[in-house]
């Protein structure tokens, strides 16, 4: 019964961070945004500064999405006697919001003229989440030094 309130509980988490991640993703790449310039009066080291700008913003936010959802799915195993097949939903529900906005991403940069920095900045970000997972889950440590300031079940 407590794997299956983790597997619910696991949708909900992913269905809460597509919506807000849609909307802290832009704001942490602004930043990036910004820097990489005006669309075709930059140049190609311009663009790229800002993409990689972008990409260290939306990738410490969204990493701290996936701190929250590991931290969560270690106490639930550990305290909680849930299965261990709650680990590859917990790396769905952080993996599939990223990648769907991925998606909804290049979709609207195929509409527009130039590249978009942080369009650019979430490919780099969507291959750093399943690393920031992996490293979160088998050393918790560097997770709580990242984010400390999480709140932590």
Same mark, same amino acid.
């Given at each position: !019964? ?45 663009? !790229? ?21 590991? +931290? ?6 550990? +305290? ?20 769907? +906005? ?5 979709? =609207?940069?195929? =509409? !527009? ?29 560097? !997770? ?10």
């Amino acid at each position: !019964m407590n794997t299956l309130v983790t597997i619910g509980i696991l949708i909900v988490f992913a269905a809460i961070a597509y919506f807000l991640m849609l909307y802290l993703l832009n704001f942490a790449g602004l930043p990036g945004a910004l820097l990489a310039g005006r669309p075709g009066l930059r140049s190609k080291g311009r663009f !790229m500064f800002g993409s990689i700008v972008s990409a260290i913003g939306q990738s410490f936010v969204y990493l701290s999405n996936t701190a929250f959802v590991v +931290n969560w799915t270690l106490l639930a195993i550990r +305290n909680q006697d849930v299965s261990i097949l709650a680990w590859p939903l917990a790396f769905l529900a952080v993996t599939i919001p990223l990648w769907m +906005n991925l998606g909804h991403a290049r979709t =609207e940069a195929s =509409e !527009m003229e130039h590249a978009s920095a942080q369009t650019e900045a979430l490919h780099l970000t969507f291959v750093l989440v399943p690393i920031g997972f992996l490293v979160f889950a088998f050393v918790p440590s560097i !997770m709580y030094a990242m984010y400390s300031w999480l709140p932590y079940v």
